[in-house]
């Protein structure tokens, strides 16, 4: 079982957007920064939006993050067919001596 | 750019230790931490654990038993040891470079933002 909570899959349709949960607790989300990975299929994971909302250079503006209280989403709008991907959110945690913890990631599929 | 080449023995018997080694190229270990994260198969991530260029580790709880994380500045290295495996540590491993943000209060550990290609773990009898 993850700590962090994700939806198993997500779908939409080309053009579309959709978004995707990620819920937490006060030692994770409630205070620290939110992470989103993109892992294509067979390939490591990148990362796609750090400290909640912020997109790394080469990182369309179509993804976008957001967070409040001790849940976060990922937003993809204007969904193309390369989007099919998992995609994971993380945070540190800071019970015990810290460490990360992630989601157990969601399978976006456009149809 | 910097880039994380890692590599270590696939296959592996119930009970023999896990030896994997991660180089980093075009870079310095310096500045930032070394994480190791690894995901069964069909499975999401899991965070192994973490150093330093000063040898400074943090390890999941759930491994830090079995876990040994270290360095090796000489060659720009750092190396994951997990002792008596069993088939449930069947997964591919990544290492990965975290970034860090110092504050006024201390250091924030940021995004893995770097990333190696993956070793895949095989035990089995």
């Known amino acids: 079982q993850s700590v962090l909570t994700q939806p198993p899959s997500a779908s939409g349709t080309p053009g579309q957007r959709v978004t995707i949960s990620c819920s937490g607790s006060?030692?994770?989300?409630?205070?620290?920064?939110v992470y989103w990975y993109q892992q294509l299929p067979g390939t490591a994971p990148k990362l796609l939006i750090y400290?909640?909302?912020q997109r790394p250079s080469g990182v369309p503006d179509r993804f976008s993050g957001s967070k409040s209280g001790t849940s976060a989403s990922l937003a993809i709008s204007g969904l193309r067919s390369e989007d099919e991907a998992d995609y994971y959110c993380?945070?540190?945690?800071?019970?015990?001596?810290?460490?990360?913890?992630f989601g157990g990631g969601t399978k976006l599929t456009v149809l | 750019q910097v880039q994380l080449q890692q590599w270590g023995a696939g296959l592996l018997k119930p009970s023999e230790t896990l030896s994997l080694t991660c180089a980093v190229y075009?870079?310095?270990?310096?500045?930032?931490?070394w994480s190791w994260i690894r995901q069964s198969p069909g499975q999401g991530l899991e965070w192994i654990g973490e150093?330093?260029?000063?040898?400074?580790?943090n390890y999941n709880p759930s491994l830090k038993t079995r876990v040994t994380i270290s360095v090796d500045t000489s060659k720009n290295q750092f190396s994951l040891k997990l002792s008596s495996v069993s088939a449930a540590d069947t997964a591919v491993y990544y290492c990965?470079?975290?970034?860090?943000?110092?504050?006024?209060?201390?250091?924030?550990?940021?995004?893995?933002?770097?990333w190696g290609q993956g070793t895949m773990v095989t035990v089995s009898s």
């Open positions: 400290r909640n909302n």
């Open positions: 150093i330093n260029h000063s040898g400074s580790t």
């Open positions: 993380a945070a540190w945690d800071d019970s015990l001596s810290g460490l990360w913890v």
């Open positions: 075009g870079g310095s270990l310096s500045g930032y931490y």
């Open positions: 006060s030692s994770n989300i409630g205070s620290n920064y």
């Open positions: 990965a470079r975290e970034d860090i943000v110092v504050t006024v209060a201390g250091y924030i550990h940021d995004a893995f933002d770097i």
